[in-house]
C-alpha cells in the first residue's frame, strides 16, 4: 500500500508573496489566549483554600497521619462554610484552567488525502495506523476547565470528616476519592482556521476601495480557511453559520466587481463572524470521564434525599419500572 505523506510545511492559505492578513496565525491564537484567560473568573479564595485542604487530608490519610488528616478536613469545612455563608448560591465553582494549542497547516487536499487513506484503512481493521494518520488533523485551540461543585463536594468532604470522627479511615478515604471524582472538566475547541477567516475579512475591509484585487484575494483566503474548517470538522456544531459566513463573503466579492458599495456588508459579514466566535466560545463540552463523574454527583443527592436502603443507578430503576410496564 502506497503510503501518504503530509507536508509539514504546506501553507495555510493559496496564495504567497504580497498576499498576508494583519495578524500572523500564532498571534491570533495568542491573542485568543489572553482573551480567554480575561474571561476566567477567579474562585473565592475560601474555596481554592478548602480545596487545598481536601488534598493535604488525602496525603495525610496515605501516610497514615490520621489527626493531621482530620485537621485538614475540618479547616476545609471552615473554608467552605465561609464562602457558602458568602455566597449561597455558589454552585460550579472553576478552579483550575488549561490551554492547549494544535497546528496542522495541511492544504484541503491533504485533509481530504488523509481523511480517504484513513477511511480505507479502517474498513481493512488497519485502526493503529489509521488513528496515526487522522490524529494529527487538529488546528485548534483547547481550553480545559476544572470546577468544583459546591452543592456537592462540601458535603462530602463532611461526610469523610464524620467517618474519621468514627475512626472508620477507609469510608474516609472512598468519600475523599468521590469528593476528587465529582470534580467536572469541560472543554471548548476553537478552531484556527476560523480565527484566520476573520482575520482576513478584517484585512480586506481595511483596504481601500481601489485595491479590488488585493481585497479579492484576502476574501478567498478567507474561503479556503473556511473550507479548511470544514473539512476538519469544526463547522458541524454551527453548519449555518458558516455557511452564512461563505455566502457574505461571496456576496462582497460580487459586489466589488460592480458597484464596490460594499461597507454594510462588511459590517454585517465581521458582526457574524463576532457571533459565531462568541457561540463557539460558548459551547462546552463535558470530558467523557466525568460523565460518569456527574452521574455519581446526582447519585450521591439522591441518597442524600431518600436515604435508599440500597444503591442502584438511576439506569436500573428505569429498567425495573420498565420491565414491570412490560409485564402488565
Given at each position: 500500500m502506497k503510503k501518504l505523506f503530509l507536508?509539514?510545511?504546506?501553507v495555510a492559505v493559496i496564495f504567497s508573496g504580497a498576499l498576508q492578513a494583519n495578524t500572523d496565525r500564532k498571534d491570533l491564537v495568542k491573542n485568543e489566549m489572553a482573551y480567554q484567560a480575561k474571561q476566567h473568573?477567579?474562585?473565592?479564595?475560601?474555596v481554592i483554600l478548602g480545596l487545598q485542604n481536601s488534598y493535604k487530608a488525602i496525603a495525610s490519610l496515605q501516610a497514615n497521619k490520621v489527626d493531621d488528616a482530620k485537621k485538614?478536613?475540618?479547616?476545609?469545612?471552615?473554608n467552605f462554610n465561609k464562602a457558602l455563608k458568602a455566597n449561597p448560591k455558589l454552585d460550579f465553582i472553576p478552579v483550575d484552567e488549561?490551554?492547549?494549542?494544535?497546528?496542522?497547516?495541511?492544504?484541503p487536499d491533504d485533509i481530504k488525502k488523509a481523511l480517504n487513506l484513513g477511511q480505507k484503512l479502517l474498513k481493512e481493521h488497519d485502526t493503529q495506523r489509521?488513528?496515526?494518520l487522522i490524529s494529527p488533523l487538529k488546528d485548534e485551540l483547547d481550553l480545559y476547565i476544572v470546577s468544583i461543585p459546591m452543592k456537592i463536594y462540601p458535603a462530602t468532604i463532611q461526610k469523610a470528616l464524620d467517618a474519621l470522627n468514627k475512626g472508620d479511615k477507609a469510608g474516609a478515604y472512598k468519600l475523599l476519592a468521590s469528593a476528587m471524582n465529582s470534580m467536572v472538566i469541560t472543554k471548548t475547541v476553537i478552531p484556527t482556521p476560523l480565527l484566520v477567516a476573520q482575520d482576513f475579512v478584517l484585512s480586506a475591509s481595511k483596504l481601500d476601495k481601489k485595491k479590488k484585487e488585493e481585497a479579492t484575494k484576502l476574501l478567498e483566503a478567507a474561503k479556503y480557511a473556511l473550507v479548511r474548517a470544514e473539512l476538519l470538522g469544526y463547522t458541524k456544531l454551527f453548519p449555518k453559520e458558516y455557511a452564512n459566513l461563505t455566502s457574505s463573503i461571496?456576496?462582497?466579492?460580487?459586489?466589488?466587481?460592480?458597484?464596490?458599495?460594499?461597507?454594510?456588508?462588511?459590517?454585517?459579514?465581521?458582526?457574524?463572524?463576532?457571533?459565531?466566535?462568541?457561540?463557539?466560545?460558548g459551547s462546552k463540552v463535558k470530558m467523557k470521564e466525568h460523565q460518569e463523574a456527574v452521574k455519581k454527583v446526582q447519585t450521591f443527592e439522591q441518597k442524600e434525599n431518600q436515604k435508599a436502603v440500597k444503591e442502584k443507578s438511576e439506569f436500573q430503576k428505569e429498567a425495573l419500572q420498565g420491565e414491570k410496564k412490560a409485564v402488565k
Open positions: 507536508s509539514a510545511a504546506a473568573k477567579v474562585a473565592p479564595k475560601e485538614e478536613l475540618k479547616t476545609a469545612m471552615d488549561r490551554m492547549q494549542a494544535f497546528a496542522f497547516l495541511g492544504t489509521a488513528i496515526d461571496n456576496a462582497i466579492e460580487k459586489e466589488i466587481k460592480g458597484k464596490n458599495e460594499v461597507k454594510k456588508l462588511y459590517d454585517k459579514l465581521k458582526g457574524d463572524f463576532d457571533s459565531l466566535i462568541n457561540k463557539v466560545r
